[in-house]
C-alpha cells in the first residue's frame, strides 16, 4: 500500500510503471511526471482498465527543483522513482530532501554541461586521484549520505539490470556460494536483431557516450584504463550463442570494489556486431559523438542531441527486435577452503517483453529491477537512512522478486570462463 512518484516516461519508464501496476497490491497510487506530459498521459490511456492502480499524471521539469518539491510535496509519495536521465539525479536527490520522500535511480550521476570550468575542476581532480575518465561516478551522489541520514531517508542508488541486477547477483554469490569473491566479471550480452543498420537500445545520447568512452577495470586495488574496445574477447552465451565482447567501463565496477571486501579483479564486458562499431567509429571521427555546441546557421546545437533526433526511437524497437539478451556474471573464490567459480544470468526474450508491455527486452530489464527496487523501498523492506547501491542490502527478496515479475535467474556451477 504505498504511493510512488515517477520521474520520466520513456522506455525504462514505461516498463517499470507497466510492471508497478501489475504489482498494484504494493503500488495502490502512482503518478508518473515528466517534462512531455502527453507521453505520461498516452501511458495512463494504455492501463485504463487494465489495473487497478490510481494512476495520475503530471508536468515537471525535473531541474527545477523547486518545481519537483512543490509536485513532491502536494502528492505526498512514499518514494519517488527516478527513471529520467542521470544528468537530474542530484536535482531529484535535493527534492526528495525538501520534500521528504525516499529516492530510487537506474543510473549515477552525469553532468549535462561538462565544458562547465566548475564541474571540470572536480572532474580532472577526479580522474588524477582515481585514474578513470568516464564522465560519470558515484562520488556526487555518495556526498548525500549525511544529508539522507540526517533527514532519515533512503537512497537507492543503481536498480537497474547493470547497475541493479548485477550487482544483486554479486551480493547473492557472496551470501550463499563464496566466503570469499576474487574475481567478477560481468557479461552483458544483447543477441537481439532489430533489423536496422544502427540503432541503440537506450537513450542513444547516454548509450554512445558510455561505449566510446575508454575501456576500464578494477585490479588490485586500482583501475586499470585502456583505449576504447582494445579488449575483445569472445563467449558462448548460454541460449544466445556466440559473441563477440568488449571491456568497458561500468559504474558498477565503483560501487563493487568499494562494497565487496577481498575482490581482487571487476571487468565488465558487452556485446556489439561489427556494424554497430563501424557505424559508431565513423560518427565519432566525423565529430557527431560530441557534447560541445557548434554553431550552425545561426543556431547552437549539440552534435549528440541531434544524432539523438535522426534515429530510431529506442522506444520504437519493440515491434521489431527478435532474439535474447543474456546478461550476469561469473564469479571465482574460495568457499570452505576450495576453489569455486560459477555463473549467475538472466536470459530474456525480447519478442516475449514486447507481448507483455510493449518493449523490447532492454527497457524490460531495467524497468523491471526498478520497479522492485521502488517496492522493497517501498514496503520498508530496504529501507535505511543513507545512500546505498544495491549490493548494500539483503539479496535474497530482490532475487525471489526477480523470478516473480519475470526476470528468472540460472546458477550455473563449472562454467567457461573469460582469459
Ligand atoms: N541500470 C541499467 O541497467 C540501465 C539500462 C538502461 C538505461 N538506464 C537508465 O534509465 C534511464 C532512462 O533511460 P531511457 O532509455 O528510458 O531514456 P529515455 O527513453 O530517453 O527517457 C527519458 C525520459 O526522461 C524524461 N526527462 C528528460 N529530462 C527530463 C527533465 N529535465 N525533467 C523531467 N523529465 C525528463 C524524458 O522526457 P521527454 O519525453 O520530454 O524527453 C523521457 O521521458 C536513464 O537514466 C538510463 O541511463 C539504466
Request: with cysteine; net charge negative; proline share 5%.
Given at each position: 500500500?504505498?504511493?510512488?512518484?515517477?520521474?520520466?516516461c520513456?522506455?525504462?519508464?514505461s516498463?517499470a510503471?507497466?510492471?508497478?501496476?501489475q504489482n498494484?497490491?504494493?503500488?495502490?497510487?502512482l503518478?508518473?511526471?515528466s517534462?512531455?506530459?502527453?507521453k505520461?498521459?498516452?501511458l495512463?490511456?494504455?492501463?485504463?482498465?487494465?489495473?487497478t492502480?490510481n494512476?495520475?499524471?503530471?508536468?515537471?521539469d525535473?531541474m527545477?527543483?523547486?518545481a519537483?518539491?512543490a509536485?513532491?510535496r502536494a502528492?505526498?509519495?512514499d518514494?519517488?522513482?527516478?527513471v529520467?536521465?542521470?544528468y537530474?539525479?542530484l536535482?531529484i536527490m535535493?527534492a526528495?530532501l525538501?520534500?521528504?520522500?525516499h529516492?530510487?535511480?537506474?543510473?549515477?550521476y552525469e553532468?549535462?554541461?561538462?565544458d562547465?570550468?566548475?564541474?571540470?575542476?572536480v572532474?580532472?581532480?577526479?580522474?588524477?586521484?582515481l585514474g578513470f575518465s568516464a564522465?560519470?561516478?558515484?562520488s556526487?551522489q555518495?556526498a548525500y549520505?549525511?544529508k539522507?541520514?540526517?533527514?532519515?531517508?533512503?537512497?537507492?542508488l543503481?536498480?537497474?539490470?547493470?547497475?541493479?541486477?548485477?550487482s544483486?547477483f554479486?551480493?547473492?554469490?557472496?551470501?550463499?556460494?563464496?566466503d570469499?569473491?576474487h574475481t567478477?566479471?560481468?557479461?552483458d550480452c544483447?543477441?537481439?536483431?532489430h533489423g536496422?543498420?544502427f540503432a541503440?537500445?537506450?537513450?542513444?545520447?547516454?548509450?554512445?557516450r558510455?561505449?566510446?568512452?575508454?575501456?576500464?577495470y578494477?585490479?588490485?586495488?586500482?583501475?586499470v584504463?585502456?583505449?576504447?574496445?582494445s579488449i575483445k574477447?569472445?563467449?558462448?552465451?548460454p541460449?544466445?550463442?556466440?559473441k563477440?565482447?568488449?571491456?568497458?567501463?561500468?559504474?558498477?565496477?565503483?560501487?563493487?570494489?568499494?562494497?565487496?571486501?577481498g575482490?581482487?579483479?571487476?571487468?565488465?564486458?558487452?556485446?556489439?556486431?561489427?556494424?554497430?562499431?563501424?557505424h559508431?567509429?565513423c560518427?565519432?571521427?566525423?565529430?557527431?559523438?560530441?557534447?560541445t555546441?557548434?554553431?550552425?546557421?545561426g543556431?547552437?546545437?549539440?552534435p549528440i542531441?541531434?544524432?539523438?533526433?535522426?534515429l530510431?526511437?529506442?522506444?520504437?524497437?519493440?515491434?521489431?527486435?527478435?532474439?535474447?539478451t543474456?546478461i550476469?556474471c561469473?564469479?571465482s573464490?574460495?568457499k570452505?577452503?576450495e576453489?569455486k567459480?560459477?555463473?549467475l544470468?538472466n536470459?530474456c526474450?525480447h519478442?516475449?517483453?514486447?507481448?507483455?508491455v510493449?518493449?523490447?527486452?532492454i527497457s524490460?530489464?531495467t524497468g523491471v529491477p526498478?520497479?522492485?527496487?521502488?517496492m522493497?523501498?517501498?514496503n520498508?523492506?530496504?529501507?535505511k537512512?543513507g545512500?546505498f547501491?544495491?549490493e548494500e542490502f539483503?539479496?535474497?527478496?530482490?532475487?525471489?522478486?526477480?523470478n516473480?515479475?519475470?526476470?528468472p535467474w540460472?546458477?550455473?556451477?563449472?562454467?567457461e570462463?573469460?582469459e
Amino acid at each position: 500500500m504505498s504511493r510512488l512518484l515517477v520521474i520520466g516516461c520513456g522506455g525504462v519508464a514505461s516498463v517499470a510503471i507497466q510492471k508497478c501496476c501489475q504489482n498494484s497490491e504494493v503500488f495502490t497510487d502512482l503518478c508518473i511526471a515528466s517534462r512531455t506530459v502527453s507521453k505520461c498521459d498516452a501511458l495512463r490511456e494504455k492501463l485504463a482498465g487494465k489495473t487497478t492502480t490510481n494512476l495520475t499524471t503530471a508536468q515537471v521539469d525535473a531541474m527545477d527543483v523547486p518545481a519537483l518539491t512543490a509536485l513532491i510535496r502536494a502528492y505526498q509519495p512514499d518514494a519517488v522513482l527516478n527513471v529520467a536521465l542521470p544528468y537530474q539525479d542530484l536535482a531529484i536527490m535535493d527534492a526528495c530532501l525538501s520534500a521528504g520522500a525516499h529516492y530510487i535511480d537506474t543510473a549515477n550521476y552525469e553532468a549535462e554541461d561538462t565544458d562547465d570550468p566548475v564541474w571540470r575542476a572536480v572532474y580532472k581532480k577526479r580522474c588524477k586521484e582515481l585514474g578513470f575518465s568516464a564522465y560519470f561516478d558515484y562520488s556526487w551522489q555518495w556526498a548525500y549520505e549525511e544529508k539522507f541520514k540526517k533527514a532519515g531517508l533512503t537512497a537507492l542508488l543503481g536498480s537497474g539490470f547493470d547497475p541493479g541486477v548485477t550487482s544483486v547477483f554479486t551480493a547473492y554469490a557472496r551470501k550463499h556460494y563464496f566466503d570469499e569473491i576474487h574475481t567478477i566479471d560481468i557479461l552483458d550480452c544483447n543477441g537481439g536483431d532489430h533489423g536496422y543498420p544502427f540503432a541503440t537500445n537506450f537513450n542513444p545520447e547516454i548509450n554512445l557516450r558510455e561505449v566510446s568512452a575508454p575501456g576500464s577495470y578494477w585490479e588490485n586495488g586500482k583501475w586499470v584504463e585502456i583505449p576504447p574496445m582494445s579488449i575483445k574477447r569472445e563467449y558462448e552465451f548460454p541460449q544466445v550463442g556466440k559473441k563477440d565482447m568488449y571491456l568497458l567501463h561500468h559504474e558498477e565496477i565503483e560501487s563493487l570494489a568499494k562494497n565487496i571486501p577481498g575482490v581482487r579483479r571487476i571487468r565488465f564486458f558487452m556485446t556489439f556486431g561489427q556494424s554497430y562499431l563501424t557505424h559508431m567509429k565513423c560518427l565519432e571521427n566525423v565529430g557527431m559523438l560530441s557534447t560541445t555546441p557548434v554553431e550552425y546557421q545561426g543556431q547552437q546545437i549539440v552534435p549528440i542531441q541531434f544524432l539523438k533526433t535522426l534515429l530510431p526511437d529506442p522506444a520504437s524497437l519493440g515491434p521489431r527486435t527478435v532474439g535474447k539478451t543474456n546478461i550476469g556474471c561469473i564469479f571465482s573464490g574460495v568457499k570452505d577452503g576450495e576453489k569455486k567459480t560459477i555463473y549467475l544470468y538472466n536470459v530474456c526474450d525480447h519478442q516475449a517483453c514486447y507481448r507483455e508491455v510493449g518493449s523490447q527486452a532492454i527497457s524490460y530489464t531495467t524497468g523491471v529491477p526498478a520497479m522492485i527496487g521502488a517496492m522493497l523501498v517501498a514496503n520498508g523492506r530496504w529501507q535505511k537512512p543513507g545512500v546505498f547501491n544495491v549490493e548494500e542490502f539483503d539479496p535474497d527478496p530482490f532475487m525471489d522478486a526477480l523470478n516473480r515479475w519475470g526476470l528468472p535467474w540460472t546458477v550455473e556451477e563449472h562454467p567457461e570462463t573469460v582469459e
